[in-house]
């Protein structure tokens, strides 16, 4: 059974950094992708930053540049360096797994995803 668990998360200002952690277990494939989305408060939950077994790695327009995500395979961590953090980045963050479409984890509304429990992050301007 796939287990994710979030850490990490926070209060910061404007213009800080945060990194979240998510450690999986359960993982029987060698081709999967994981993922980061968040949801704020009355909105809908959107996709963050992903990240296939290969290394290939995608990002959200409003995280490129600043957000970096990353797996530590030994330790089955993700990894995600958030830097030059926004008010606009307060939210609900989760980690999430995808073991079955062999997909990249870019859709926050895909149905078969395995999902950590929530970190939440808030930033004050």
């Known amino acids: 059974q796939v287990q994710l668990l979030e850490s990490g998360g926070g209060s910061v200002q404007a213009g800080g950094s945060l990194r979240l952690s998510c450690v999986s277990s359960?993982?029987?494939?060698?081709?999967?992708?994981m993922g980061w989305f968040r949801q704020a408060l009355g909105k809908e939950r959107e996709w963050v930053a992903s990240?296939?077994?290969?290394?290939?790695?995608n990002y959200a327009g409003s995280v490129k540049g600043r957000f970096t995500i990353s797996r530590d395979s030994a330790k089955n961590t993700l990894y995600l360096e958030m830097n030059s953090l926004k008010p606009e980045d307060t939210a609900l963050y989760y980690c999430?797994?995808?073991?079955?479409?062999?997909?990249?984890?870019?859709?926050?509304?895909?149905?078969?995803?395995?999902w950590g429990q929530g970190t939440q992050v808030t930033v004050s301007s």
């Open positions: 990240i296939v077994s290969d290394g290939k790695t």
């Open positions: 359960g993982f029987t494939r060698s081709r999967f992708c």
């Open positions: 999430a797994a995808d073991l079955v479409s062999g997909g990249e984890c870019t859709s926050a509304t895909y149905p078969d995803y395995t």
